[in-house]
């Protein structure tokens, strides 16, 4: 059974940029989480998505967005990149994304602003 | 406010040596979840165990235990017989009710294994 698959695994943007990431989820995985991760300030939760809807957010600024099709698979959109964006992004997927369910992470996109 | 503290920076244990990851929680949801991941150099989030708020017994998953004590909010991870395959970033992390796939994290613990 393949994991979750995110690409591309590095990108550098310059400031001012847009970045597309994507996710594609654990086969039958409805739930897909974004996740940032940075020294300074750890683990962050961005959003959650669920049937291409968003269930939770994250206190981000609304240039980081994002998306879910109906396969389950994920985008996230940061716009007019700044140089704090730079960080490891995680995708993570569970079936449901209730309580209980543990949480598939992959292997992130790794985001250098310039 | 800091929801998950993790008070071990990094930690060096000897092969084969147990070693205890401390993780204490706050939250006044009376239904919860508390996970821990290892997070190798490689990037990649790799789950270790879960702890429900309810379960009465603590959790287990091979070498991997969690010593759970609600009433302290604590919920600190045990390795048994650590390997050099062990070093890693070890992160304790909470879900509550109706957090949509939101995991809320601990600052993380170093674990370094030597020979």
């Known amino acids: 059974k393949a994991g979750v698959t995110q690409t591309p695994r590095y990108l550098i943007k310059t400031r001012g940029q847009q970045v597309t990431l994507s996710c594609s989820p654990i086969s039958g995985h409805r739930s897909v989480s974004w996740y940032q991760q940075t020294p300074g300030q750890g683990l962050q939760f961005l959003f959650e998505y669920f049937s291409e809807t968003q269930r939770n957010k994250g206190n981000f600024p609304g240039r980081f967005s994002g998306r879910q099709f109906s396969n389950s698979r994920s985008e996230m959109n940061v716009s007019t990149l700044e140089l704090g964006d730079s960080a490891l992004y995680l995708c993570?997927?569970?079936?449901?994304?209730?309580?209980?369910?543990?949480?598939?992470f992959g292997s992130g996109t790794q985001l250098s602003v310039l | 406010a800091q929801k998950i503290t993790q008070t071990q920076p990094g930690m060096f244990v000897q092969e084969k040596e147990a070693v205890t990851l401390d993780c204490t929680y706050d939250?006044?949801?009376?239904?919860?979840?508390l996970f821990w991941y290892k997070q190798p150099s490689s990037g990649e989030m790799i789950f270790l165990i879960y702890?429900?708020?309810?379960?009465?017994q603590n959790a287990t998953e091979g070498r991997y235990s969690l010593n759970f004590q609600k009433a302290r909010k604590s919920a600190n991870l045990v390795i048994s017989a650590s390997q050099l395959g062990d070093s890693a970033m070890y992160f304790c992390a909470m879900r509550e009710t109706d957090s949509w796939g939101k995991l809320q994290f601990g600052a993380g613990t170093q674990v370094v294994v030597t020979p």
């Open positions: 939250t006044s949801d009376p239904s919860y979840g």
């Open positions: 993570a997927s569970s079936f449901t994304g209730v309580r209980n369910e543990k949480l598939f």
């Open positions: 702890q429900g708020s309810y379960d009465q």
